[in-house]
């Protein structure tokens, strides 16, 4: 019998992404959005799922929404004790071991350049760059001693061409992005692959909360013409988490991004 096209696409995705079972995993910022997507497609694929995030409404639901091995921690990342506990729980969660970090947390709001307060801009900046920072040394720290790990920063087309009255956001995801091409550097004689995921506008509460005016202006200026959804992005999550298909990559940033920047 000649199997169909669909057919065959449903086992090479499943192909490609087995190794993923029984792996550790810590998702932060998966509570919702991008950050909930990843999430479930690694439990899904039967990894045991270790969600972060300060949300804790959000935490209970992913908890009892999501099908798989799934736990979950309160994670302030702007703390370093919050940070260190998150990180090991997490490993503690998977038999000691972490295998792969997403870190996918993250804030957007608007000002005018001109007009923007600095408590505004430390915030983003704290939660988007800084927290990722401290989230990475902790990872990294204990994938050190297996000499192993993969992590993936979620970061923004932003990131490349800048935006308007979002200066802090834009110039916080270039730093995630610099980053980890400086950790890629430091630590690939360790096992460890660092890379990042860079998506156009997606379907989430982050572009929920931007303006409509923001929104209509942003799709028309799509080449495919509309947002994404969480559920597009994790797919280029899982690629560079697993083995074969992401043993190549490591200081690289992947575009989901509906054609909004071609690099």
Not at 85 to 105: E, F, H, K, T, Y
Not at 159 to 185: C, D, F, I, Q, R
């Given at each position: 019998m000649t199997e169909t096209s669909d057919e065959l696409d449903k086992e090479n995705s499943v192909s490609v992404f087995e190794d993923l079972q029984g792996r550790s995993v810590l998702v932060v910022g998966g509570a919702s959005g991008i950050g909930r997507a990843v999430a479930a497609a690694f439990a899904e694929l039967g990894s045991t799922v270790t969600v972060a995030d300060i949300d804790v409404a959000g935490l209970d639901r992913s908890r009892n929404e999501l099908v798989g091995t799934v736990h979950t921690v309160r994670l302030d990342v702007r703390d370093e004790e919050?940070?260190?506990?998150?990180?090991?729980?997490?490993?503690?969660?998977?038999?000691?071991?972490?295998?792969?970090?997403?870190?996918?947390?993250?804030?957007?709001?608007?000002?005018?350049?001109?007009?923007?307060s600095l408590d505004m801009w430390r915030e983003t900046i704290d939660i988007d760059l800084t927290?990722?920072?401290?989230?990475?040394?902790?990872?990294?720290?204990?994938?050190?001693?297996?000499?192993?790990?993969?992590?993936?920063?979620?970061?923004?087309?932003?990131?490349?061409?800048?935006?308007?009255?979002?200066?802090?956001?834009?110039?916080?995801?270039?730093?995630?992005?610099?980053?980890?091409?400086?950790?890629?550097?430091?630590?690939a004689g360790d096992g460890i692959l660092a890379n990042c995921v860079a998506p156009g506008p997606v379907v989430t509460p982050l572009t929920d909360a931007m303006t409509e005016e923001w929104k209509s202006a942003k799709e028309g200026e799509l080449p495919l013409g509309r947002f994404g959804v969480p559920g597009e992005i994790?797919?280029?999550?899982?690629?560079?988490a697993s083995s074969p298909s992401g043993d190549l990559y490591t200081g690289q940033t992947l575009h989901p991004n509906s054609g909004d920047v071609m690099v």
């Open positions: 919050s940070v260190k506990d998150a990180v090991d729980a997490a490993a503690d969660n998977g038999g000691g071991i972490l295998d792969i970090a997403v870190n996918s947390q993250g804030i957007l709001t608007q000002s005018p350049f001109p007009e923007m927290g990722v920072f401290l989230l990475m040394r902790e990872e990294s720290r204990l994938m050190r001693q297996r000499g192993a790990g993969r992590i993936i920063n979620v970061a923004s087309q932003l990131a490349v061409k800048g935006g308007v009255e979002v200066a802090h956001y834009a110039a916080a995801k270039a730093g995630v992005v610099a980053l980890t091409k400086s950790a890629a550097l430091e630590l994790a797919p280029s999550v899982l690629l560079l």
